[in-house]
């Protein structure tokens, strides 16, 4: 099976493409606008892209008529947005946060989850979410697309604080994943949770690019 995305239709029933790509982590996102009211949806298309300093991105499509994701406009508008790392416990409130509401509403009361202070973004943290990073907004890319949810807005950020929970902390220092049980987007309407972890080093590494590789500070 092939196919030209855009100039032949696909032979499956449903397209392939989001469920190649993947395990994708989510992108739980808060911000606030400068009207005060606090927004939280995911975002399936969020990754890291580098470590020194840390910055990170995340693609939010448009709307079927052309508005643009409050998302994205909150982070332009204030400078700031907050990760909030998605959990299998917070499933539902990450689904329920997925919902259009009207931009006067608060996902933070209809996901039912608890607001906590962020220390240098405007915006509020998911206290249930086990870690955080608090972004700084660097740019908008943004890409036009066949139609207009097709068109979509790449963000940049820099991430100016990381909070993590020391229950989720192993005795060493690391994340205990398994222990966290993140969820990641597998495309449809499949999601994913971590739960098997395995090693492996690069063989004839040396010292430096090893603690690179593995985060050492």
């Known amino acids: 099976m092939e196919y030209a995305p855009g100039k032949e239709a696909c032979p499956l029933p449903y397209s392939p493409f989001k469920s190649c790509t993947v395990p994708r982590p989510i992108g739980w996102l808060s911000t606030v606008s400068v009207d005060g009211v606090h927004n939280l949806a995911p975002y399936s298309q969020w990754q890291n892209l580098t ?3 840390p910055m990170v991105m995340f693609a939010a499509n448009q709307y079927p008529d052309g508005r643009r994701k409050d998302t994205v406009i909150n982070a332009e508008q204030t400078g700031w947005f ?39 973004a405007p915006g509020m943290r998911v206290a249930e979410s086990p870690a955080h990073f608090e972004c700084r907004y660097i740019a908008t890319h943004r890409l036009p697309g066949n139609s207009p949810v097709g068109s979509v807005d790449v963000v940049y950020g820099q991430v100016a604080r990381i909070h993590v929970a ?20 597998m495309g449809y309407y499949d999601y994913t949770v971590i739960r098997d972890v395995f090693e492996m080093r690069i063989p004839g590494a040396s010292v430096d690019a090893a603690a690179g590789l593995e985060g050492k500070a």
């Open 82 to 120: 907050v990760w909030n790392m998605a959990t299998y416990a917070l499933r539902e409130a990450v689904n329920i946060s997925a919902m259009a509401l009207d931009p006067g509403e608060d996902e933070f009361e209809r996901a039912g989850v608890t607001k906590a202070p962020a220390t240098e």
């Open 166 to 185: 020391d229950e989720v902390l192993t005795p060493d220092g690391k994340l205990d994943i398994p222990r966290i049980a993140p969820i990641a987007r």
């Open 51 to 53: 470590f020194d300093p």
